[in-house]
């Protein structure tokens, strides 16, 4: 039984770990309704300038979220302005996805070219020691990560729901044209939006980074998972992305254990087809209006 | 228009007289770019310290040696720039590769032009076990690195520990690439020759971000040691994750990889103590057991201002030396000259500066050649077997 629950915890700390990558990718793809495939790589990113401002200044790599975020947010805010929108009246919208899938390996072989292919350790300042609750051992990074994914989730949700500029984030994923109309600056929003989802692994970069060496590919180890989280959750829904990724967490975690590591993959990527045969739309999406793909 | 092929023959008669005069020409196929460059490198500095001190000895049959660099970024690039340096740069032989995928698709390559290709790195078994006529193979393979594990374990960790080896509960680990999973399948089948009891083996992918569930698998079934074939990045999730769990096995094997690295030391800090390591020769070793690797290491210092990053450069200037004195013993460097030379070769254990002989064998994999089973003490990765080559002792059990 104890090692039932230790390893029911283990799964909801790796979902919580999935949950802060995911958000971020299912709300650009929920608004822009481009799938970003650097995320991952923004992630890196993320992680290189977590560590290099913690090593370099010696502060807890927590800290470094005050800059990594901004400085993530305007990586994402540039890709859009200078990357997606020029693609954006291009014919066929799959050129998006390539000019994403470009970006991420221009950022891979940037990051080996200046760190080289070898792992660099962010200080871990005490989060990886471990909390006892009962028999089950926790990091206490791992549960800083959890209530971290469960703070941006909400906040973001009340951001959405409460301000005007959500709204106007929201009218335009709706109905581009009519958001257009309403006088609503929809190139402005989705350079926003894109930035906002990019910050939102910033922070996760920052809250990882202690947790994992970080080296060029580290990205590509977490989005394709993330990807799952996403469309297992309904693409474009923020809590759909973090209920998503726990239940990715859990099954990873009890396939490793009772079915064995070689399977755990294909157990986890055979839920996923089966979510996408059985339900398109995911377990918490609605069908996405894609008004802006046809003219 | 009689102008123009005067020309072109003076032109050719002009290369001709050139080639007549030129040093002799070997190619050195690498990954000098890319995700394997760090050790494509590191590995292609071997070579040229091997050719350098040939050279300032009057090189080989009285010509000195040039390499012409040929970069496998990846497995098409190296069939290109094999070609490249077959047909064009005109060499003599190949040497390379450090990466197994690469080696085994440009020697295809040169052993359909008949051009000798000596693999100096490369540990995959499929490399000299498709029986190419013109391909040969100095290092040691996954086959040599999963005897030599078990060797260590029988000869000496149960030893250690005061138990019969067949009383250990082994578990067996690897990441599910054809590296990984061939070194454990060596494990797995000579471990069972030796009658011990392997309680498991289990792959991962390398891009796995936990193994909190592997770690509780391996301690619910009472595993005490560990065999590890990683990378990097899965060798420090092993070791934390491990040590957050409460899993203390009295022994944890790294095969190679991210196990020698001094990055993952110091990435999992003091839970690097005592873990054992099997892989190439490193530099803290019994240096009777290696003559000339104190002369080599002078010899990288001079040339490239630091030390040595890895025994993989150490690993590729005893393959060339070896290969390249060996051709210069024979008749010459037309392809079969070159064949026989190679067969030739029979330099014996402890006589060079990695430890081991070079004789080729069956399927022209030198049959002499061997790991070193090293252990982590105080930070530094020292040599602990063989006996002849430690210099230091095993630290086991209490």
Partial sequence: MDTFLQIVANGLMLGGLFAIVAVGLTLIFGIVKVINFAHGEFLMVGMYLSFLLSTGLDVHPYLTAAAVAPALFVLGALTQRLLIQPLMSARDEHVQIFATVGLSTALMNLALLIFGADIANTPAHGVRSQVMLGEVRILTGQLWVLAAAVALVIGLQLFMKKTRTGRAIRATAQNRAAARLMGINDKFIYILTFGIGAACVGLGSSLIAPLYPTSPTIGTYFVLIAFVCVVLGGLGSIPGAFFGALVIGLVDALSGFYIGSDLREAVVFTIFLLILILKPSGLFGTRMNLSHVSP | ?398
């Fill in chain 2, 1 to 398: 228009m009689k102008l123009k092929s005067l020309l072109t023959a003076t032109a050719a008669a002009a290369l001709l007289a050139g080639a007549a005069h030129a040093d002799v020409k070997f190619g050195a196929l690498y990954p000098f770019s890319g995700g394997l460059a760090l050790l494509g490198e590191e590995s292609f500095r071997g070579v040229e310290i091997a050719v350098d001190e040939i050279n300032a000895a009057g090189g080989i049959k009285g010509e000195q040696i040039e390499l012409v660099r040929g970069d496998a970024v990846d497995n098409n690039q190296a069939i290109g720039e094999a070609r490249r340096l077959i047909s064009r740069e005109g060499v003599k032989a190949i040497l390379g590769t450090y990466s197994s995928s690469r080696s085994i698709a440009a020697s295809q390559v040169a052993e359909l032009s008949g051009i000798p290709y000596f693999e100096l790195g490369a540990v995959a078994d499929e490399v000299t076990g498709r029986d190419l006529q013109y391909l040969f193979r100095t290092n040691p393979t996954a086959e040599t690195m999963g005897i030599m594990t078990i060797d260590m374990i029988v000869d000496e960790i149960a030893p250690g520990l005061g138990v019969a080896p067949e009383d250990l509960v082994i578990g067996v680990i690897h990441e599910d690439s054809a590296y990984g999973t061939s070194v454990a399948g060596h494990q797995e089948r000579y471990g069972a020759e030796k009658g011990l009891n392997i309680a498991t083996v289990q792959g991962y992918p390398t891009s796995t971000v936990d193994m909190s569930s592997l770690v509780l698998d391996l301690k619910d079934r009472g595993v005490n040691i560990v065999l590890q074939t990683s990378y990097q990045n899965d060798s420090v999730l092993f070791l934390n994750q491990s040590a957050e769990a409460g899993f203390e096995p009295d022994a944890i094997i790294g095969g190679g990889g991210g196990y020698s690295l001094t990055a993952t030391a110091e990435a999992v800090g003091d839970k690097m103590d005592g873990v054992l390591d099997v892989d190439f020769t490193q530099y803290a070793v019994n240096t009777e057991f290696t003559p000339g690797l104190e002369d080599f290491l002078a010899a990288y210092q001079a040339k490239y201002g630091e030390d040595p990053r890895s025994g993989h450069s150490l690993n590729n200037y005893v393959g060339a030396m070896a290969v390249l004195e060996g051709i210069g013993a024979g008749e010459g460097f037309e392809p079969d000259q070159i064949v026989a030379a190679a067969k030739a070769i029979d330099i014996p254990s402890g006589a060079t500066a990695a430890g081991y002989g070079v004789h080729f064998g069956e399927h022209n994999q030198n049959d002499r050649a061997m790991m070193m089973g090293m252990q982590w003490q105080d930070g530094k990765l020292v040599t602990v077997y063989p006996r002849d080559a430690a210099v230091a002792e095993f630290q086991i059990g209490d």
